[in-house]
């Protein structure tokens, strides 16, 4: 048996085709029926196994019945949103959705090496002792001292400055790394340095200088090896840009798993332990099929 399932949102359109006996056909369909459901905090877990196989009366009328329409893209009110938040939203709508619904992951090792390179950076610049929990943060921080300490005699250094623009009814709360000669300055612990900035980086970088004021951003990559600097101009018009990611957030995001498009976002997502659908394509709703 061979069935196709449509699926459509704002802004997405796709099928997935389903071949085999015919009820382990009408098992996958419901299995994958069931995870589109919108979902809340209080249901953000994988779906109950089926228990039983429906026959093939009960398949041929599922496969039918086709969605006509996409259920509702669901609506949020935030008062407060941060860059953070919005490129969530730009790698996956699905954990966007379960982070406004209060589900708070614990970090990931990679999330815990970068915040203990953020901290030991903070430390140096206010002049205050910090040993490193990973040994590769202590060889990373060896490339950029030079540059912190130049940084540290600027007259206008901020260290991990806090600023809110308000744009669409929203308050956009930024966090930037250090101010310094009129420069955001972002530092990006990585493995491999880049040859030029990442795009939410850069965005990112672009963003915050335009909401401090600052003359211009500096993204600085370090890698174990080396370190890598990349300049960004202030975003113009970020008043304007925040207003519209504002105003399409509040018009209901569809509450999709965007990030399955993505080669890596899955894997490297901190929200995947909470996800039914990346628990679903791990091996709990897949099976071989013998031909």
């Known amino acids: ?109 990679d999330q815990k090496i970068g915040t203990d390179f953020h901290v030991g950076i903070a430390a140096f610049l206010r002049g205050e002792e910090y040993a490193f929990e990973y040994p590769q943060n202590e060889v990373r921080f060896g490339h950029i001292k030079e540059l912190l300490f130049t940084l540290r005699q600027a007259p206008d250094l901020a260290i991990e400055p806090r600023e809110v623009l ?18 955001i300055y972002e530092f990006k612990a990585t493995k491999r340095l880049p040859t030029a900035p990442m795009d939410a980086h850069a965005l990112q970088a672009s963003v915050y200088a335009a909401m401090f004021g600052a003359e211009k951003a500096k993204i600085v990559y370090v890698s174990e090896k080396e370190a890598r600097e990349f300049e960004v101009a202030p975003l113009a018009g970020v008043r304007e840009f925040l207003a519209d990611m504002a105003g399409q957030i509040k018009a209901g995001i569809a509450n999709i798993p965007t990030g399955l498009t993505h080669p890596w976002g899955c894997a490297r997502c901190e929200y995947r332990t909470h996800c039914r659908f990346y628990d679903f394509v791990r091996g709990n709703g897949v099976a071989e099929i013998p031909f």
């Open 1 to 109: 048996m061979r069935a196709k399932l449509s699926i459509e949102a704002p802004g997405v359109r796709g099928a997935l085709i389903f071949e085999g006996e015919t009820p382990e056909v009408g098992k996958q369909l419901r299995q994958v029926v069931e995870l589109l459901v919108p979902v809340g905090a209080e249901t953000a877990q994988p779906p109950a196994p089926v228990q039983a196989e429906p026959d093939a009366k009960k398949v041929e009328d599922a496969v039918a019945a086709e969605p006509k329409e996409a259920p509702p893209a669901a609506k949020v009110e935030p008062a407060h949103l941060s860059f953070s938040t919005l490129a969530l939203l730009f790698r996956c709508a699905h954990a966007f959705h379960l982070k406004l619904a209060g589900i708070k992951p614990p970090p990931s090792e």
């Open 166 to 183: 308000e744009a669409g009814g929203v308050e956009w709360v930024g966090y930037a790394d250090a101010i310094a000669n009129g420069t």
